[in-house]
């Protein structure tokens, strides 16, 4: 074949300046037949690379890929070596090859994949693997009453697919929760995910789209090793397809209002929902997202071996009742600890108080809504009983149920304490409810004492306890009779005589 510069030669002479086929062959020493091909020639392609087979190694390249691939999805710790997969090979496969070519072909097919995942990780592009997230708002019923929670969906573009959950707030806490629980149910990780910039993972978006994260979002990045990408600011249509998603699951799921007694279980049956979803044709590709959603998981990464703590830590200071503010909400401590620094671990439905050794103190519920005060009483109730009349004024006097703030304002100073202390020794996880109705029925004939009340309660706790009769194993020992009454002591006067006599 001619080099460029001679094809060029030979089209300039012969068309532009309409010399002869033989006169420019005669020059350049060729033939004037390929002097004429390369002149009227209208198509130059492009010389495709010459592959050669290679039977040892075309048979096994395929499980070398796949061996590869499933190694850049864990950390790099756990990826085989090249001289693993030769001995694999080997030993698996009949491989008759050189160690040396494997190595070779490891080392190129590594580089090449390599290449192809950081180029597969455009942020707009419907590339498998990768995912979207966004929160959405619908209403539920709770308790009788409509209520706006949110919902955090993960969406995955390539196979137009979804996963959601429901939770009482946006915060921190319930974004890492829920992603963790996607992750734990698809049993991997996608490598690349994109948000907006939400206020749970960003605490500052800086110039050249530099951006702080919050502590706690960063290091769940860290432990699960995915890829993150945020959305320019006002610009949520870069994450177009979770944006559609978002609507798409409120209007096909949560619309009319679904009642909800606990959002655990209700959360539950969501995924079932998402997963009976996909068994429909994708909008443009004509395949079942169910497929394509399969092409999404093979390019997952590795799940870790532990669960990421999706809490944060916080030290706060308690005030002279030994109360904490956290997130504008209050929580009852412990008296010892009154004007004290105390740490608090906070979850997305729990607030943990603890110690300096990380003891737990006390465990609350974490609050939402417009209640505004936890309060656990087992820790002062020791307190309360030292100091009936003094703790009557107080606040926290106020937090009993009703009933025994009625009961304890009508008791004497000794009766409230005899009182303070039996709620101490029965009061278990702050729940009044059977000490309630003890109170209530122990008050049916007036004003009960602490033992009535005592027994009431161990009645109601017991009431559906079988009593069996206990039938002792040995024989009871004859005991002799026994007269009663006073007649023996007539019977002895009459022998010994009157008294006095």
Known sequence: MLAVAQIDYIRHEVNQKGETYA????????????????????????????????????????????????????????????????????????????????????????QELKETTVDAALPLESFPGTAQVDFGTAPFKYQSEVIDLPYLVMSFPYSNSFYFQVFPSENTECLLEGLQRMFQHMGGVPKTIRFDNLSPAVKKIRAKGERDLTDTFDRFVLHYGFEYEFCNPGKGNEKGHVEAMVKYVRNNFLLPENT?????????????????????????????????????KDNWLV???????????????????????????????????????????????????????????????RLYGIRRKSMIWQPYLDLLSKRPRAVKYSSLYDQFPAIWSDYLIDCTEEEQKSALRLLGELLKNDDFSLLNEALQTASTHGHPSVDQIKHCFYTLLNQNTPHTTIKPNLSIPKVPEITRGLSHYDSFFQKEGTLGE
């Open 303 to 365: 799940l870790p071996e532990k669960e990421f703590e999706c809490a944060r830590y916080q030290d706060v200071k308690a005030d002279k009742y030994g109360m904490v503010t956290i997130d504008k909400k209050q929580y009852s401590t412990s008296p010892r600890f009154a004007k004290q620094k105390v740490s608090v671990c906070i979850t997305y439905n729990t607030v943990l108080i603890l110690n300096d050794n990380n003891e737990v103190i006390v465990k609350h519920s």
């Open 23 to 110: 006169n420019v062959g005669r020059k350049m020493g060729v033939d004037p037949r390929t002097v004429n091909k390369y002149a009227n020639q209208d198509e130059f392609k492009r010389k495709e690379k010459q592959k050669r087979k290679s039977p040892v190694m075309d048979p096994v390249k395929p499980i070398l890929d796949k061996w590869i691939k499933e190694d850049l999805k864990k950390k790099r710790k756990y990826h085989r070596t090249a001289k693993r997969m030769f001995q694999q090979l080997e030993k698996f496969h009949s491989f008759t090859g050189s160690y040396r070519t494997v190595r070779d072909y490891v080392s190129r097919r590594k």
């Open 260 to 296: 909800i007694l606990g959002l655990n279980q209700f959360n539950l049956t969501l995924w079932e929902l998402a997963e009976e979803d996909r068994n429909r044709p994708h909008y443009e590709k004509d395949i079942i997202q169910a497929k394509l959603y399969e092409e999404d």
